[in-house]
């Protein structure tokens, strides 16, 4: 089911006007809603429509980096590095008509991780987030409670999601604000990155994964375990998560490269998940290495969180 975010704004943030171009995104009745399929804003940044009539974000650096984000889920589906590398992966099975949520890019899970009281990973991902503020190569997402969310999770919340774009990296934070008087309450986040790979097989994650705890999702029941290895690599289905640890490293023999993983704030845990073997899923060409804070953080009135996360490319 899809539902669209309200538009006003957080009373914990000092917003810039919006151009008039992308205040027409956020209310659908001006000008740009009646005007043909595309709309460019001044600098690197531009409003587009795909095929499937979904809006996204398109930046570009002058370095000849590029990214683009969706409105629908606030989703970074794509990341190219200066050098033409792309290091962000949607799966072949992905709907791209907002009839679901996206398959792939950096997929927000939010205010639930996995399964629990409400839906799987929550709703921010299938849910259109308004464009707060656009700069020269970045833009800033809002997602503020609509009747959708409401009848989800009835809580005074408003997220930001901002993705600045530069010479060598792509840098996300997502802002939680509970925007109640009196109200606490608790909430995960997670960014549920499909990163692209050479090949599954050309692939090792380094970190500090040696002697650490993880949940392995695929036994039954899940188990709790110790990690003895200094670096994975992925040759059957895999899901877990790995607690305390959030300084991946993505190294991929075929693309000559690797991809730092840097969480600077807010997600302290990594999910390593491969549907093995799933052609349809495309499974051989993505790992998702994802950036969570997987243990219920309690927010009190007025109160903020960050998750910062940046992807940092490097030769191998």
């Not at 039954?220 to 003895?228: I, V």
């Amino acid at each position: 089911m899809k539902a669209r975010s309200t538009s006003r704004a957080m009373r914990s943030f000092s917003f810039v006007a919006l151009p008039a171009a992308v205040a027409a995104l956020v209310h659908p009745a001006s000008h740009l809603a009646r005007a043909g399929r595309r709309a460019v804003v001044p600098s690197a940044v531009n409003l587009e429509e795909d095929a499937g009539g979904l809006k996204y974000v398109a930046l570009t650096h002058p370095s000849g980096a590029s990214a683009k984000v969706f409105l629908y889920g606030a989703d970074v589906t794509s990341y190219v590095d200066a050098d033409g590398t792309e290091w962000i992966a949607v799966r072949p099975d992905a709907k791209m008509d907002g009839s679901k949520p996206i398959s792939g890019g950096l997929s927000h899970c939010f205010p639930q991780f996995g399964p629990g009281e409400i839906q799987q990973h929550g709703f921010a991902r299938n849910v259109d987030w308004a464009i707060a503020d656009m700069g020269e190569t970045s833009a800033t997402f809002e997602l503020t409670p609509n009747k959708y969310t409401r009848e989800i999770w009835d809580k005074p919340f408003a997220c930001q999601f901002k993705v600045a774009l530069g010479p060598s990296s792509l840098d996300t934070t997502l802002t939680v604000v509970n925007t109640g008087r009196g109200e606490s309450f608790d909430f995960q986040a997670a960014l549920h990155s499909y990163l692209d790979v050479s090949s599954i097989g050309a692939v090792k994650i380094a970190g500090s994964f040696e002697g650490s705890s993880y949940l392995d999702k695929m036994a039954d029941p899940p188990a709790t375990c110790t990690e003895a290895r200094k670096e994975i690599t992925i040759a059957e289905e895999y899901d877990r998560v790995y607690m305390g640890v959030n300084d991946p490293v993505l190294k991929d023999s075929g693309k000559k490269k690797l991809l730092k993983i840097v969480n600077s704030e807010g997600y302290a845990d990594t999910v390593l998940w491969n549907p093995y073997g799933n052609d349809a899923m495309g499974y051989e060409k993505f790992v998702c290495v994802e950036s969570v804070k997987y243990d219920p953080v309690p927010l009190a009135a007025g109160e903020t969180w960050s998750g910062v996360m940046s992807l940092v490319p490097e030769p191998l």
